[in-house]
């Protein structure tokens, strides 16, 4: 008896433990994932029943939460919803969250840290639990104008202030409406996100910092130019060899110049003019002599391989080792394998403008609570140091004759010295090109840095280039920063 007993009590015993050790898992090691689980029912509730902070730019509401009568109580209201769609993000019952609303989802919903206290207080005093507002870095006139500037065209813009990281705007075009997806019925949310999904023109992605990255072309020759000077073999008056055509090693391919014929004239051109004109056969030769090592390097400490959260996570910029010296020279004028975002790209600028310092990009200007208390505040981080002060310097007078007399005229604003580059990206034969440019403006006080890319050739096919449809868009978007 006392045997069986003691078998019993084993057995019990046992059970309580695996109870123990399965609920002890559930609370510390799955409750977040729970939490995020879209089909918890109970998680959704709880996330709509309290008053969802609000986004902010500039003091003004563009994503709200407003009361209903139904069990969700409260429901999302993006203000110009397709303006700032790749910013805000949605969101919604079943399909999860994105953008701000997925980065910043603790704070907005208020079950941050920061938010315990606060709510504490609302349940003492009988007050309705409200989440945080988060007010946005982005200048509602400069958005407005990278969003116009756009216009039809399929590419993104993003402008970063270049001293203290704060981006300015972000746009990606075609882009949606997200109020479209915060309905309370789940079929119906289901149904229009699968919709926007199965879309082929993507709305749904950031191109500005995410979705399929883009070869980047000759804008790519900036990070090129940087490890060039950074090598301390390099100045803008060291010379290149400037064929008119060249065969790439082990292979029978050949590249040119953009324009055709030697870059500039003669049999060696300057660094400084190879930039101005976007020489690919000179920047082929360079890529050559400083190898993938020294690229890579000055390429990572701006940012290339790694993930920068702004806070919504930007997809990697690739620079991958080439396989053999024929890629490495591609690689060298932004084609072969090299992939980027435009929101790096806006970073080299800006690194470049700021003096060769790169500071961490944001989107969040500050945090605060309901009854507006500040609970957190902007505070510029420097990212990298991929370039010196004088090599800064050198670079951004390389910029500045690419928008004077080179290939990026287009970027000219009257009274203002701009500096900036061009891209033309080729893709796969007859593919329509991708266009870009980046920049800054003054180019000796920075204001503004930007990246503009626009795909499927602007609707030009391969005669498009980045100083036709790219360069004005940045135009504008640097204007409209400088006329404030």
């Known amino acids: 008896m006392n045997r069986q007993l003691r078998g019993v009590s084993t057995v019990v015993v046992l059970m309580f433990v695996a109870l123990f050790v399965s609920t002890t898992s559930i609370q510390f090691f799955a409750a977040d994932s729970l939490r995020a689980d879209s089909r918890n029912s109970r998680t959704i509730l709880d996330s709509y029943s309290t008053k969802r902070g609000a986004i902010l730019v500039d003091g003004k509401p563009i994503a709200e939460s407003t009361a209903v009568d139904d069990q969700y109580q409260y429901q999302r209201k993006y203000n110009s919803g397709e303006l700032y769609s790749a910013v805000t993000g949605y969101f919604t019952i079943g399909q999860g969250n994105a953008g701000i609303e997925g980065a910043e989802n603790a704070v907005l919903s208020g079950n941050s840290d920061d938010s315990f206290f606060q709510n504490l207080n609302s349940i003492l005093t009988g007050q309705d639990v409200q989440g945080d507002n988060v007010n946005l870095t ?6 407005q104008a990278a969003y116009d500037a756009l216009g039809a065209n399929t590419g993104a813009v993003v402008a970063i202030q270049p001293k203290t990281g704060k981006i300015l705007a972000m746009v990606s075009k075609p882009g949606y409406d997200p109020n479209t997806l915060t309905s309370h019925d789940t079929k119906d949310v289901i149904a229009r996100y699968q919709a926007l999904e199965s879309d082929a023109s993507k709305p749904l992605a950031n191109r500005a910092i995410a979705g399929d990255l883009y070869t980047p072309g000759s804008v790519f020759k900036l990070v090129v130019a940087s490890a060039a000077l950074a ?15 060249l065969t790439l090693p082990g ?8 324009e055709g014929g030697s870059c500039g004239g003669g049999d060696q051109v300057k660094l400084r003019v190879a930039i101005q004109y976007s020489c690919n056969i000179p920047f082929a030769e360079l890529g050559r002599k400083l190898g993938y090592e020294t690229i890579k390097k000055t390429a990572d400490a701006y940012g290339f391989g790694s993930v920068i959260d702004v806070p919504t996570s930007a997809t990697p910029s690739q620079y991958p080792e080439p396989e053999s010296t024929a890629q490495l020279m591609l690689s060298a004028f932004g084609q072969a394998n090299d992939r980027v975002t435009p929101l790096q790209m806006a970073m080299v600028s800006a690194g ?5 310092k790169v500071m961490q990009p944001s989107l ?7 009854d507006l208390k500040t609970v957190e505040s902007f505070s510029p981080k420097q990212y990298s140091a991929p370039l010196s002060s004088g090599d800064a310097s050198d670079l951004t007078e390389a910029m500045q004759s ?3 007399a080179g290939t990026g005229t287009n970027a000219k604003i009257d009274g203002v010295d701009v500096a900036g580059k061009t891209g033309t990206a080729e893709g796969g034969t007859g593919d329509p090109y991708t266009l870009w440019f980046t920049g800054f403006a003054p180019a000796k006080d920075p204001e503004v840095a930007v990246a503009v890319v626009v795909g499927n050739g602007g609707g030009l096919g391969q005669s498009g280039v980045g100083n036709t449809v790219a360069a004005p868009v940045a135009k504008k978007v640097m204007e409209a920063v400088l006329n404030k």
């Open 138 to 143: 982005i200048d509602p006139d400069v958005q």
């Open 231 to 245: 090598s301390g073999d390099y100045t803008l008056d060291s010379t290149l060899p400037n064929p008119s055509t």
């Open 251 to 258: 292979t029978s391919s050949r590249i040119n110049n953009a």
């Open 352 to 356: 470049i403008a700021n003096g060769g």
């Open 364 to 370: 969040v200007e500050s945090i605060e609570t309901s």
């Open 402 to 404: 690419v928008v004077n």
